[in-house]
């Protein structure tokens, strides 16, 4: 076994770990499993999609931020009402964001060969990071996001209305990331397979159907 061969497996056994441990996002272990099966690549620090409350004076700000709510995989008009209830040191931004994938790869063909992937079922904001000891790093994201000025000062009234339409509409962006998550793991397993192929049923859902 070779230096990336061992990075690899290296990988594989940690997000074992995190996901036993409970580290790791909950549904994103199927998407991890479908490039775990490409023999020239290996995933790493890869987010499913998640919504994010963050009190910082601007929503990317480093300093002087940090995240207060975080949830993966939905929210409820009550965990906003919990955070609201609680003081704020800057503004609180909500943040929708959809999945972020980093992968490593043994060369650039096999890069290339992931992002024309992922490309293809709508992570156009993907791109080739670096080149080091690892492999080539590939990031791949979808356009899926929201930054929204929830709150300027802890004084400010949010009505029980307009937090049910901020719940509402952050789930449904959610949701939608979970959707191209499940679209990239089928478009990975199916690479390269004639007998395969994918497509959309009439409500956007997709599906996979064998053409043998």
């Given at each position: 076994m070779d230096e990336w061969e061992q990075?690899?497996?290296?990988?594989?056994?940690?997000?074992?770990?995190?996901?036993?441990?409970?580290?790791?996002?909950?549904?994103?272990?199927?998407l991890l499993e479908a490039f775990r099966k490409r023999e020239k690549a290996y995933t790493q620090s890869s987010c499913s999609g998640r919504i994010t409350i963050i009190d910082s004076m601007l929503p990317w700000s480093r300093k002087h931020s940090s995240i207060i709510y975080k949830n993966h995989l939905g929210t409820t008009i009550n965990e906003f009402k919990e955070i609201l209830g609680h003081g704020q040191a800057?503004?609180?931004?909500?943040?929708?964001?959809?999945?972020?994938?980093?992968?490593?790869?043994?060369?650039?063909?096999?890069?290339?060969?992931?992002l024309r992937i992922a490309r293809s079922v709508g992570y156009k904001h993907s791109a080739i990071l670096s080149k080091n000891y690892k492999g080539v790093l590939v990031e791949l994201r979808t356009g899926i996001k929201i930054v929204h000025l929830l709150r300027e000062r802890k004084e400010e009234l949010i009505t029980d209305d307009y937090l049910k339409t901020l719940v509402n509409t952050s789930i449904e962006i959610l949701n939608e990331g979970k959707r191209k998550m499940e679209e990239l793991r089928q478009a990975i397993l199916f690479d390269g397979n004639d007998s395969v192929k994918l497509r959309e049923d009439p409500e956007g859902k997709t599906e996979v159907h064998n053409l043998s």
């Open positions: 990075l690899r497996e290296n990988a594989w056994e940690r997000i074992f770990r995190d996901k036993e441990i409970g580290y790791l996002d909950p549904d994103i272990f199927p800057w503004r609180l931004w909500l943040v929708v964001q959809g999945p972020i994938v980093h992968v490593y790869t043994r060369d650039e063909e096999e890069a290339w060969d992931i």
